[in-house]
T-cell receptor
Framework: AQTVTQSQPEMSVQEAETVTLSCTYD???????LFWYKQPPSRQMILVIR??????QNATENRFSVNFQKAAKSFSLKISDSQLGDAAMYFC??????????FGKGTKLTVNP | DARVTQTPRHKVTEMGQEVTMRCQPI?????VFWYRQTMMQGLELLAY????????DSGMPKDRFSAEMPDATLATLKIQPSEPRDSAVYFC????????????FGPGTRLTVL
């Protein structure tokens, strides 16, 4: 079975500061994808960033970057220069062996002005 | 711009009633997913289809839930009879280019069963 664990139910950060959200996973697949989704109060699920397991280079999307440690099965999300609009639930997800996404329980991020 | 649409956005019903949720995937997308989100269980996959054929519905309670794709532009999720424990947000998502690509999520249907 594939699992995704987000150990931080809640995190907070000051506007313009940097925050890192943690995610660990388990899978027996050799080829898989990892994702971070953002869910603001509107409930809309928005893809933030994606990482292919076979790529060693960490993915980046503007202020969002990941630290992918394949051997440790760790996939953390770093948000730089945090903005008020970054406040949301963040979900880590794993896709391997099929198209199904397995989600973590989420981390609620608060951005303080 | 292309997006997944879901109707209704909100539904309040009484226990025992039938509930039907609808999803229109992005045109050209051939894989459709149904997820359920609750506070206790988080986001769980209920079922998914490719080219309108069900591939996996192992996450769905079979006795009361059913999922279909009458045509390529419509996916439905039915609950009959509904129970209070079915209260959740139900998301539809689609992707169109084979395995391991981005899933585009609809806005969800918030279901409340009294």
């Amino acid at each position: 079975a594939q699992t995704v664990t987000q150990s931080q139910p809640e995190m907070s950060v000051q506007e313009a500061e940097t925050v890192t959200l943690s995610c660990t996973y388990d899978t027996s697949e050799s080829d898989y994808y990892l994702f971070w989704y953002k869910q603001p109060p509107s409930r809309q699920m928005i893809l933030v960033i994606r990482q292919e397991a076979y790529k060693q280079q960490n993915a980046t999307e503007n202020r969002f970057s990941v630290n992918f440690q394949k051997a440790a099965k760790s996939f953390s999300l770093k948000i730089s220069d945090s903005q008020l609009g970054d406040a949301a639930m963040y979900f880590c997800a794993l896709q391997g062996g099929s198209e199904k996404l397995v989600f973590g329980k989420g981390t609620k991020l608060t951005v303080n002005p | 711009d292309a997006r997944v649409t879901q109707t209704p956005r909100h539904k309040v019903t009484e226990m025992g009633q039938e509930v039907t949720m609808r999803c229109q995937p992005i045109l050209g997308h051939n894989t459709v997913f149904w997820y359920r989100q609750t506070m206790m269980q988080g986001l769980e996959l209920l079922a998914y289809f490719r080219n309108r054929a069900p591939l996996d519905d192992s996450g769905m309670p079979k006795d009361r839930f059913s999922a279909e794709m009458p045509d390529a532009t419509l996916a439905t999720l039915k609950i009959q009879p509904s129970e209070p424990r079915d209260s959740a947000v139900y998301f539809c998502a689609s992707d169109g280019q084979g395995p391991w690509n981005e899933q585009f999520f609809g806005p969800g249907t918030r279901l409340t069963v009294l």
